[in-house]
Each structure stands twice: as structure tokens, then as C-alpha cells.
């Protein structure tokens, strides 16, 4: 769609649950940080409420909206959004997960031509999609959406054969990482880790994410500890390192302390400096029961680091099994324990597969194609 010179870019207001730090929510910042200014505006209405997490938007234009739908309720929210909508006249309403589906009606009601609707992963008591509300909620709520977007080829499988949605009205397009920004460390940072975890020669084992049920850190912690209780030579250099906060911080605490690893495991809590986080590891962990597309594999990889994954969504997709690290099944803590022991001992091993990493996320997974690919999206949708 042709607009003359003098009026601005098509706005896109983006609907999010909440603007906190995460792989969904960091990947929205990215694609507003990242396109072209001339290309379109964009502004973001959290269902919830959004966090510090705002000031990683660095486009001064960009507005954000907390409609704290807990606090007003449902019907309170739809009326706020179609007010919204009315007042903002998007030319695009991109709306993301289970939440998001709550801003179709109001975008429908106020006249919002192009909507758009992201599938990003799965919540802890829906791992496979399989409750009924929610496959009927989407189900009442696909009507309603111009194109469908699937970060991972499970999540278009069951936007396909789960929710009935014809293929021709999903694109996928999987998360970006900033190669640039998570690009090999050539000087090791390690002042933020204990003075032990720091020693030359210690092999450091690490995951980044919510201390949540789904990421399940439960199932690495009783790994490394059963590849420490079988190996000596590990139990003498290797170390873990748990980056990230939440509800399960405490209780994982008290696993690490009963397992006998209290000296060997390192809360770091939540960070900011995921590159300086990942450039003092040797090997990256992802324990998730689900994934959509997780942006912390992508940016491990991009870090140049061998990753073990669980066999599950878009874990499959990034990872090719024995490429740039191995698959193990959710909870099997006795394989993923080989598998720590395999690479422990392997440093050839752990290089060949750090290199693969890297070159894969180049190639496939760098931030210019993925935001590339939502500009294209949106071009698409204009020129209709």
C-alpha cells in the first residue's frame, strides 16, 4: 500500500501479556528496535502490566500501555482495548499467545483490517495442547485472524491439525538472536562468579531461564549430581551455574543443598548480561518440558556453545541432534547425565559442536532475517 511523503508509517500495536523479561517479550523488543523507523511505527498494550524490562525499547516514539486485566476484569479489558484501538487506528494488530486472543474481538469491533496472531510455546499445564478450553478458545478466536505466525514447525502442526487453521494462513518465522551482541567471548568475564567457580581447568555447566515448573532446572540439578557421584575427576572440576529467578529459586535451593551440591551450584540470579553470563560457560543446558522457539538455546548458540536439549517443540528445529549438541527426553535424568559426562571428557567433542552452534545461528538464525521476515509479513499484509 502506497502513502504519500508526508504521512508517517503504519502503526503496529503489539499485544503482550506482560512487557517482563523473557523470550517472547524479548524478541517483540528486538523486532521494534530492529526494523526500519520509515517503515512502520509501533506501540505495545499489555493485558497485564509491563516491568523495567520497558527501557530495553529504545525508540523514544513507542508507547506502552498497562490494561491490568486481573486488577478490571475481562469485559473491563476488551472495552479498554477497542478504546485503545479506536484512539491509536493501527493498521496492524499483532497480538501474541493465550492472552492476546482478547484483543481480536475489540480489533475486529473497531475496525482493524490486519490481525495478527503469534503462537510462541506451550504453559506448564498445557504442555501438548491438549486441554480443551484453550483449544476451543483459539478455535472460536480463529474467525478472527488475518495471518497466524508460528515460531516453530510443532507449534504450525498444531495450529493446523489441533485448531483447524489452513496452512496458507501461517507463516513461520522463528526467533532471531543479535549475533553480533552474543558473539564468542575472546576474554573470559568470570569476576561475577564465585572465586572456586573461577579456578583454571573447571568446567562450567550452566542454563539461563525462569526458575519455573516447565523449564524444569529440577531434572539438570539431579543430573549433575548423579554424573558427580559416578566420576570423581567431575566432582573435583566441574561446577553449575543457574542464571535466572522465580517462584521455584527457593525449593531448587533446597534440592541443590540436599543433593550435596551446594558447593558446586551457583545461583546467579536474574541478569542482564547474558553475553558476559554465556561467554564464562563451556556447556549450555536447556531442561525445558516444552519449548516453542527458546530465544536462550538461540543465543548460546550464538555464543558458540554445544547445547543439550530436550527433544520437545522447537528444541528439535534448533538442535540438530550430534550437530551442535544432543536431545534427551524430558525428566530423564540418568541420560542426561551421559550426556554430561560424555562432554565433560570430550573437550574436542565440546569445540567441534561450540563451532557448529555458531555457524548454525548464523545462517539461519540472525536477527536480520527474522525481523526481515516480520517486515515481509507486514508488507504482505498492507499490499492487501
Not at 153 to 172: A, M, N
Not at 247 to 252: F, I, K, N, S, V
Not at 337 to 342: G, H, N, Y
Not at 343 to 355: C, E, K, N, S, T
Amino acid at each position: 500500500m502506497a502513502r504519500s511523503a508526508e504521512a508517517p508509517p503504519p502503526l503496529v500495536v503489539h499485544v503482550i501479556h506482560h512487557l517482563v523479561i523473557g523470550g517472547m517479550e524479548n524478541g517483540l523488543v528486538n523486532i521494534i528496535n530492529t526494523m526500519a523507523e520509515t517503515a512502520y511505527r509501533h506501540a505495545v498494550l499489555c493485558i497485564e502490566d509491563f516491568s523495567d524490562f520497558r527501557q530495553r525499547i529504545h525508540r523514544p516514539d513507542v508507547q506502552v500501555y498497562a490494561l491490568n486485566r486481573s486488577r478490571i476484569g475481562t469485559w473491563a479489558l476488551r472495552r479498554a482495548l477497542y478504546g485503545h484501538f479506536r484512539s491509536l487506528r493501527p493498521a496492524i494488530v499483532h497480538s501474541r499467545a493465550m492472552s492476546g486472543l482478547d484483543a481480536l474481538l475489540p480489533a475486529c469491533l473497531a475496525g482493524v483490517r490486519c490481525r495478527v496472531h503469534g503462537e510462541h510455546g506451550w504453559d506448564v499445564d498445557n504442555l501438548r495442547g491438549q486441554r480443551i478450553k484453550p483449544r476451543l478458545l483459539r478455535r472460536l478466536h480463529a474467525p478472527m485472524v488475518t495471518r497466524y505466525v508460528a515460531v516453530s514447525r510443532d507449534l504450525e502442526r498444531y495450529l493446523v491439525h489441533g485448531i483447524g487453521v489452513s496452512p496458507e494462513r501461517i507463516t513461520h518465522i522463528c526467533n532471531g538472536v543479535d549475533t553480533e551482541r552474543f558473539a564468542p567471548a575472546r576474554d573470559r568475564d568470570l569476576s561475577w562468579l564465585p572465586e572456586d567457580f573461577r579456578r583454571p581447568g573447571v568446567l562450567r555447566v550452566g542454563t539461563v531461564g525462569r526458575l519455573q515448573p516447565v523449564k524444569d532446572q529440577a531434572t539438570l540439578l539431579r543430573a549433575f549430581a548423579a554424573w558427580l557421584a559416578r566420576d570423581s575427576g567431575a566432582r573435583a572440576q566441574a561446577r553449575l551455574v543457574l542464571v535466572g529467578d522465580g517462584p521455584l529459586a527457593a525449593p531448587l535451593r533446597e534440592l541443590a543443598g540436599a543433593l550435596g551440591l551446594a558447593d558446586r551450584c551457583f545461583f546467579a540470579g536474574a541478569r542482564h548480561d547474558v553475553p558476559r553470563t554465556l561467554g564464562a560457560l563451556d556447556l549450555f543446558v536447556l531442561p525445558s518440558l516444552n519449548e516453542g522457539i527458546s530465544n536462550t538455546v538461540l543465543e548460546a548458540m550464538a555464543a558458540g556453545l554445544p547445547v543439550l536439549v530436550t527433544a520437545v517443540g522447537g528444541n528439535v528445529e534448533l538442535v540438530p541432534d550430534g550437530e551442535v549438541g544432543r536431545h534427551f527426553v524430558p525428566g530423564d535424568v540418568f541420560t542426561l547425565a551421559d550426556l554430561l559426562q560424555a562432554y565433560g571428557a570430550d573437550i574436542g567433542l565440546r569445540r567441534a559442536h561450540a563451532q557448529a552452534a555458531r555457524a548454525r545461528a548464523l545462517a539461519k538464525y540472525s536477527l536480520p532475517v527474522m525481523v526481515g521476515a516480520y517486515r515481509q509479513l507486514y508488507d504482505d499484509l498492507m499490499r492487501k
